[in-house]
């Protein structure tokens, strides 16, 4: 029954694109209208509860094309002021975008929020009302999300045939190693990004039929096949089961796997025969992109977010002095002291709006040119590889350059870190070691790092019974996260510069918290390390990957080159992998699928070449 809902919404969809200017007549007030306590799936849970638009759009000019700017309307409050707080700075923001031959329609959003985690069923709903809109306007060329909305948690499977030393069902009796590398089939399941805009951005895709909302148990399989690995399948000489569990994801199973139990005298399972279902897989894919050499979905529009509340964090009023300072403060027990990271930061809704704003004064002055911006490139990597030469193929016409300061590579510590931040470049590129929550840089000399930072240190360290303000704690490992940046920032007046950034660490713009809490939780993309760089350093946009991998987006600083948005660069990526003659070009199986793994931060609408 899903399968066919998920046909009849796409022949839907599809008869209304091709009926073209007959639709025309719904505008966006009626689109919000109809859209309103959207209930996707029927259970009496609305996805959409509201949808309204802030400003009138008014005709769209024949050469624009519309983008559509979804706010979060926690952060607007009872009433929508164009002339003050973040409603000033969204109608410049938008003023600017018609500058430049923009269409934007300002939109008020709703969402579902409550405990339930159905955040994949709320982005699929979130889908159907752009569809909609392309319906409407053809010229819908993507969508600028202002606060805090769902993301899509993605998972895959496939059919991967590896070759090198194994060990099966480790740790216990039927423990089974192959010291010399062994031919053997692994079908698991893992997380691919834990955030896919992927997922919003390809409206003709079938992503619905993919959605799954409560928990469930995915199986794994390894079976060894000395000799090779069967083009068909075959019996194994050794295996192991087991299992994964995810919720609230979508599932692209490019590993079907037909499993038959090969039985014993006493039945006992002595063998599985393995039949890879090759066949059955990109079921995601539209019927144009199986077309293409590497069958992968593609984006049909642009998606970017710009979401400050992960990082808005403010400490204690206890830790601050009478003037708003960190202080040292003292405990009766060293076991009263509260823990660093996380007891003693609290939301700062206040901060929240502030870091928006500024956003948006950094945005509009680098659109107007009214704070030069140096233009120049720049690249910092932590036992990786300079990505210097990558970023200089953006443009032909870079000034001040300067190599041997803005390329830094080797074993970089934090105090080279933030030397390289100080000097101004408009395009940065980070490569080192990541997780969630920052990037892992060489352990600093803490008393030079702190005397870099600024006057103020906004973090604490455990001293005994006291808390005392340094950057010890936070950053005495090598890590470049919240505690650095947002100190770097209150230490600095905003406005110094403006960058664009491609993050190339794993899991870079990953929210933690993603696999176990709905978007609106109070833990759900706390600190994470992309957003902290985004807002705390001068950020315009930001490119990141959502996974553990080693790719990077083929074709970007090329697109830059050639004119294209920040959003065109990121859809470029997909296009060149698409066109693989082989899978080998694209990382093999296990590969060919990296481009979902990119998702973007701030203003896809900005361009390198203003």
Known sequence: MRRLASVFLQLVWLAGLLAGPGLAQEGPRELCARFQGFDLNGDGIAEIERLGCLTEPGERPEAASTVLVLVEGRLLGDRFDPAGGLGSSLSQWCADLAAENWHPWLVRADLYRGPRHQDGRTVLALREFFRAVKQADPSFAGV?????????????????????????????PDER?????????????????????????????????????????????????PGGVPEAGGVTTDFERGTVEFEDFFLVNDGRLDVREVLGPEGRVEALHLVPLDGAADQECSPDDLLRGNRIARPDLLIARINARGVALSPRADLLDANGRPRRVEFEAAEDVPGWSQEIWQADPALELRLLAEFFARNHDYRTGSRPVTFRPASIAHSLGSGYRVMERASSDWVDCDPEH???????????????????AVLRTVRAHSDPWGAVFGRPDVARLEQSAGAELWSWTPEGTALVPSLAAACGGGKL?????????????????????VHTGCDAISPPGAGSLPYSAEGYGVRNGAEALLFFADGLALIGRAKVFYDEPRGFAECLQDGGTFGDAWAQYFEVESKAGSWSEVGGDIGRKRTYFWSLLGDWTLRLHP
């Open 406 to 424: 803005l390329d830094i590579s080797g074993t970089p510590d934090l105090s080279g870190l933030v030397d390289w931040l100080a000097r101004p």
């Open 177 to 225: 190693v192959f010291q010399e590398p062994v031919d053997y089939l692994r079908t698991m399941p893992e997380i691919v990004a834990q955030t896919c805009d992927l997922i919003l951005a390809d409206l003709d895709g079938r992503w619905e039929d993919l959605y799954a909302e409560k928990r469930e148990r995915l199986p794994v399989v390894l079976g060894a096949f």
């Open 481 to 501: 996260d919240f505690f650095l940046l947002q100190t770097l920032w209150r230490n600095r007046p905003p406005g110094a510069g403006a960058s664009f950034y």
């Open 144 to 172: 600028l999300l202002v606060g805090s909305f769902p993301a899509a948690y993605l998972v895959r499977n496939c059919n991967w045939r590896k070759h090198e030393p194994l060990t099966l069902n480790r740790g216990r």
